[in-house]
């Protein structure tokens, strides 16, 4: 077993009257770690376990993701992602303000719930996602937000073809994760369902104005880091520049999934950061 699995605790907190699985590990200052599409919080296990002891880490499945289910009338709109968050860490009784982490669709989540209670965070780390109004959708999202289409594509997601697809796009990750994402993602009805609602749901060109405005004004108040694995097929780097903060740091050689790729070194710059 995972040697985090064997020191956390893992529940179920409801949260907008809804089921959420929660993995929760040691004592100090508060790390929430949210995780995109189509993990769980599995993918932080790593990162965790390399960041040690003195920290209370609570990584969560995002609703409708792995073993969570979704809010009955979640529109996944950016405030309704920002009261999941509040709630979240209200229902688990965390004491504030707490280090926010996150990667892909969970910095939606984080960074919407950051702008609305600035003074809940005491720092920010994101990973190769958007929160502005010029992304541009990649090949897969676009097909997953036509109807029709991405119900043809996703029933068409057997694990070969996940495993062959995630190797071209990301060659760093093993199988054997593939497999275990595989299983917690594209293999459960649910959860496919839940990615075509999140990716027909999001507009950038609309969705992020204001938005965008009011993170760059908070990052002036709140200390943020940017960690970017430069070889992602779904984020351009210059977008790592983007979000307002000068401490951004580039990773030519990882992708997409840098907290999985290079757990050891993600690790050590949050540990440095904390303690800055």
């Known amino acids: 077993m995972n040697a985090i699995h064997e020191q956390a605790v893992e529940k179920i907190v409801s949260v907008q009257g809804t089921p959420i699985f929660v993995r929760e590990r040691g004592v100090g200052e508060s790390v929430l770690f949210l995780h995109g599409v189509p993990d769980t919080a599995d ?41 999941f968050v509040d ?20 910095a939606h989540y984080g960074l919407a719930w950051a702008v609305r209670h600035p003074e809940r965070v005491r720092s920010i780390t994101v990973t190769n996602t958007s929160f502005f109004t010029d992304y ?25 073809m996940f495993i062959n697809t995630m190797q071209k796009n990301a060659p760093n990750l093993s199988v054997e994760h593939l497999r275990r994402v595989y299983d917690m993602s594209f293999a459960k009805p649910n959860v496919r369902r839940t990615i075509l609602r999140m990716y027909r749901t999001r507009n950038p060109q609309q969705d992020f104005i204001g938005w965008e405005d009011e993170l760059r004004s908070m990052v002036v108040r709140v200390p943020m880091q940017v960690l970017w694995g430069d070889a992602d097929p779904f984020a351009a780097p210059t977008y790592a520049e983007k979000f307002g903060t000068r401490n951004v740091q580039h990773f030519a050689q990882y992708g997409h999934w840098l907290p999985v790729e290079a757990p050891k070194i993600y690790a050590e710059r949050l540990a440095e950061f904390f303690q800055q």
């Open 43 to 83: 993918m932080w296990d790593d990162v965790i376990n390399y960041l040690g002891e003195g920290y209370h880490t609570i990584a969560p499945d995002m609703p409708g993701m792995g073993r969570s289910s979704t809010p009955e009338g979640f529109d996944f709109s950016l405030e309704l992602k920002a009261e």
């Open 87 to 106: 709630d979240l860490l209200d229902g688990l009784g965390v004491d504030f303000p707490v280090h926010l982490v996150a990667h892909d669709f969970g």
């Open 136 to 160: 541009q959708w990649h090949q897969s999202a676009q097909m997953w937000r036509t109807p029709v289409l991405g119900e043809v594509v996703m029933a068409l997601a057997t694990p070969n």
